[in-house]
């Protein structure tokens, strides 16, 4: 979306998205969903609510208000450029709409319905285009998830891995690979034998196929390959690439943003225990009964397993039956890092620093920043500096030890960012500082409470900014007139925003060299030297208050 927003209030965008859940509701049991194909079904509600937002954050219009115009923009520019989806979602895009829209129009809920549908049906093919120029499928992309979400090696987890909710997630920009990564599993993929390399592409075309089965598994029930021939050419791609050191194991032992090699081991294993635990009181995955089953599954199959821990269980209940239980006969140690998973934090963040020995995440509506140390990679590859702030969702960050981590399964999510603009008072940047300042940047979970600090040094950050001066208003006023400390503090804040406005006029002006006194925003008086303003202010500033205006030396 775009940040600046779309004007409308938060009640009015939450009104939106209520009303988008109606209609998807009534939609999806009407006879336009029914004609559509399984796979568009399967697609539909991610479609309509991320055309819905678009269309709200930069057309500023709703899909009952919107025109072909507005439709047109967000189907053929931002929504290709925005989703970080298979490729094979694109092509759902248009029939999806057209049966919407259709849809609208039999209700009268949009007067255009039935031309709007026949809009969108022929923007299909660039709807596709524009999505493929994005950055689409490939057999070296699909290999490099095979390479992570296979399990062929037990660092099951050794990456940011995207969203592997969604079947295959494989994407060159969602893998976060590099250009040396890219060009070294080209280099081994041109290495393989004719037949893994068939292998592969038989794979690799079945998967992008919309007509095929959804699950990954059940895809070896429709090729002519079997899952153990799949593992035995995925095989042959990894030893091609175990020469160099393009693609990395979990750990880093030189880059102090990233755990050390044993570290991310060793916490992959410790998670990897869980997960099965949580499968095994739910039943999540039937297929999978042990830790070496687990770490063979592919990461779509891991998912649900995942989600079910934080967003369907009890999950601090969950954490401590599996210490109390230690069904994967751990170590005491190993047991009590665990039991500090229960601090653990889950919500939308954005990543909003790179810094020496960690990156900061800040969760927006606390707000609260957290020092996060990757597993894998180190975040700046996966978020390049200059393409920060990164709204990233589905983030879990833990503990461990004495530092923190995300799980792996973080994915970047643009849209957030225009909805964090109408939901909070301010920017991110401004939310950042604020964090910063309460609270510091937490270092471990749970955080620390927010640090006891002086009013003074309350007042001179509500007074830092004018961003600051006008959302903290009600604080300033209260404490400016707490004592004549805080009322000095006050004015020379005030005083110092006010000189730089003032060295830009002088200097318009012409003017020479001066010293200038600035009292509530006010010249109050100038002189050609320091102790000449000084000796006006005792003659006209009240009893008391003679410190209180600042002093400017303009220098042109």
Same mark, same amino acid.
């Given at each position: 979306?775009?940040?600046?927003?779309?004007?409308?209030?938060?009640?009015?965008?939450?009104?939106?998205?209520?009303?988008?859940?109606?209609?998807?509701?009534?939609?999806?049991?009407?006879?336009?969903?029914?004609? @559509?194909?399984?796979?568009?079904?399967?697609?539909?509600?991610?479609?309509?609510?991320?055309?819905?937002?678009?269309?709200?954050?930069?057309?500023?219009?709703?899909?009952?208000?919107?025109?072909?115009?507005?439709?047109?923009?967000?189907?053929?520019?931002?929504?290709? $450029?925005? !989703?970080?989806?298979?490729?094979?979602?694109?092509? +759902?895009?248009?029939?999806?709409?057209?049966?919407?829209?259709?849809?609208?129009?039999?209700?009268?809920?949009?007067?255009?319905?039935?031309?709007?549908?026949?809009?969108?049906?022929?923007?299909?093919?660039?709807?596709?285009?524009?999505?493929?120029?994005?950055?689409?499928?490939?057999?070296?992309?699909?290999?490099?998830?095979?390479?992570?979400?296979?399990?062929?090696?037990?660092?099951?987890?050794?990456?940011?891995?995207?969203?592997?909710?969604?079947?295959?997630?494989?994407?060159?920009?969602?893998?976060?690979?590099?250009?040396?990564?890219?060009?070294?599993?080209?280099?081994?993929?041109?290495?393989?034998?004719?037949?893994?390399?068939?292998?592969?592409?038989?794979?690799?075309? $079945?998967?992008?196929?919309?007509?095929? *089965?959804?699950?990954?598994?059940?895809?070896?029930?429709?090729? =002519?390959?079997?899952?153990?021939?799949?593992?035995?050419?995925?095989?042959?791609?990894?030893?091609?690439?175990?020469?160099?050191?393009?693609?990395?194991?979990?750990?880093?032992?030189?880059? *102090?943003?990233?755990?050390?090699?044993?570290?991310?081991?060793?916490?992959?294993?410790?998670?990897?225990?869980?997960?099965?635990?949580?499968?095994?009181?739910?039943?999540?995955?039937?297929?999978? =009964?042990?830790?070496?089953?687990?770490?063979?599954?592919?990461?779509?199959?891991?998912?649900?397993?995942?989600?079910?821990?934080?967003?369907?269980?009890?999950?601090?209940?969950?954490?401590?039956?599996?210490?109390?239980?230690?069904?994967?006969?751990?170590?005491?140690?190993?047991?009590?890092?665990?039991?500090?998973?229960?601090?653990?934090?889950?919500?939308?963040?954005?990543?909003?620093?790179?810094?020496?020995?960690?990156?900061?995440?800040?969760?927006?509506?606390?707000?609260?920043?957290?020092?996060?140390?990757?597993?894998?990679?180190?975040?700046?590859?996966?978020?390049?500096?200059?393409?920060?702030?990164?709204?990233?969702?589905?983030?879990?960050?833990?503990?461990?030890?004495?530092?923190?981590?995300?799980?792996?399964?973080?994915?970047?999510?643009?849209? @957030?960012?225009?909805?964090?603009?109408?939901?909070?008072?301010?920017?991110?940047? $401004?939310?950042?500082?604020?964090?910063?300042?309460?609270?510091?940047?937490?270092?471990?979970?749970?955080?620390?409470?927010?640090?006891?600090?002086?009013?003074?040094?309350?007042?001179?950050?509500?007074?830092?900014?004018?961003?600051?001066?006008?959302?903290?208003?009600?604080?300033?006023?209260?404490?400016?007139?707490?004592?004549?400390?805080?009322?000095?503090?006050?004015?020379?804040?005030?005083?110092?925003?006010? +000189?730089?406005? @003032?060295?830009?006029?002088?200097?318009? !002006?012409?003017?020479?060299?001066?010293?200038? $006194?600035?009292?509530?925003?006010?010249?109050? +008086?100038?002189?050609?030297?320091?102790?000449?303003?000084?000796?006006?202010?005792?003659?006209?500033?009240?009893?008391?208050?003679?410190?209180?205006?600042?002093?400017?030396?303009?220098?042109?």
């Amino acid at each position: 979306m775009d940040p600046s927003g779309s004007g409308r209030s938060d009640q009015q965008y939450e009104s939106m998205l209520d009303r988008v859940d109606t209609l998807l509701s009534t939609f999806t049991d009407s006879d336009h969903f029914a004609d @559509l194909t399984r796979h568009q079904q399967q697609e539909a509600t991610f479609v309509v609510e991320g055309v819905a937002e678009l269309l709200y954050g930069y057309e500023d219009t709703t899909l009952e208000e919107c025109d072909r115009s507005s439709l047109e923009t967000v189907c053929t520019r931002i929504y290709p $450029a925005k !989703m970080s989806v298979e490729p094979d979602h694109f092509g +759902a895009v248009g029939p999806v709409l057209a049966a919407f829209f259709r849809f609208l129009g039999d209700r009268d809920y949009h007067m255009d319905g039935e031309d709007l549908a026949a809009h969108v049906e022929g923007l299909r093919d660039d709807i596709v285009t524009a999505a493929a120029d994005s950055g689409t499928g490939s057999l070296a992309t699909s290999t490099a998830m095979g390479a992570v979400d296979s399990g062929v090696s037990p660092e099951f987890m050794s990456g940011d891995m995207g969203d592997p909710s969604v079947e295959p997630d494989i994407g060159m920009s969602e893998l976060g690979l590099t250009p040396d990564e890219t060009a070294a599993l080209d280099d081994a993929l041109d290495a393989l034998s004719p037949e893994s390399r068939e292998t592969l592409e038989t794979v690799t075309e $079945a998967l992008l196929d919309p007509t095929m *089965p959804a699950s990954q598994e059940a895809v070896f029930d429709v090729v =002519d390959v079997t899952r153990e021939e799949y593992q035995a050419a995925m095989d042959e791609a990894l030893a091609n690439l175990q020469d160099g050191d393009a693609f990395r194991g979990p750990g880093n032992d030189q880059d *102090p943003s990233v755990l050390d090699t044993d570290q991310a081991e060793w916490f992959l294993e410790l998670y990897g225990r869980l997960l099965v635990y949580v499968n095994s009181r739910f039943d999540v995955v039937p297929e999978i =009964d042990s830790y070496e089953e687990f770490s063979t599954a592919f990461l779509d199959e891991i998912r649900p397993i995942r989600d079910r821990l934080y967003h369907e269980a009890d999950t601090e209940a969950i954490i401590t039956e599996f210490v109390t239980e230690n069904p994967a006969g751990l170590s005491e140690s190993a047991l009590s890092q665990v039991e500090e998973w229960i601090a653990y934090e889950t919500d939308e963040f954005a990543v909003v620093e790179h810094r020496e020995r960690d990156t900061v995440f800040l969760d927006p509506e606390q707000p609260r920043a957290f020092a996060v140390t990757a597993v894998h990679d180190p975040y700046p590859e996966k978020f390049p500096p200059a393409e920060l702030p990164m709204p990233v969702a589905d983030v879990v960050l833990l503990p461990f030890e004495d530092t923190i981590v995300s799980d792996g399964w973080l994915r970047p999510d643009p849209i @957030l960012l225009g909805a964090w603009d109408m939901l909070l008072d301010t920017d991110l940047d $401004a939310t950042d500082e604020e964090a910063r300042h309460r609270y510091g940047v937490a270092a471990t979970l749970p955080p620390e409470d927010e640090p006891d600090r002086s009013d003074a040094e309350k007042l001179r950050f509500y007074t830092k900014n004018k961003e600051n001066r006008e959302r903290f208003a009600e604080e300033i006023n209260r404490l400016k007139n707490e004592s004549e400390e805080l009322a000095r503090i006050y004015h020379q804040q005030i005083g110092k925003g006010r +000189a730089r406005s @003032l060295g830009r006029e002088f200097r318009e !002006m012409g003017l020479d060299e001066a010293y200038v $006194a600035i009292y509530d925003g006010q010249v109050v +008086a100038t002189a050609p030297t320091e102790s000449a303003v000084r000796d006006t202010l005792s003659d006209i500033m009240p009893d008391g208050t003679t410190d209180h205006p600042y002093i400017y030396h303009y220098d042109p």
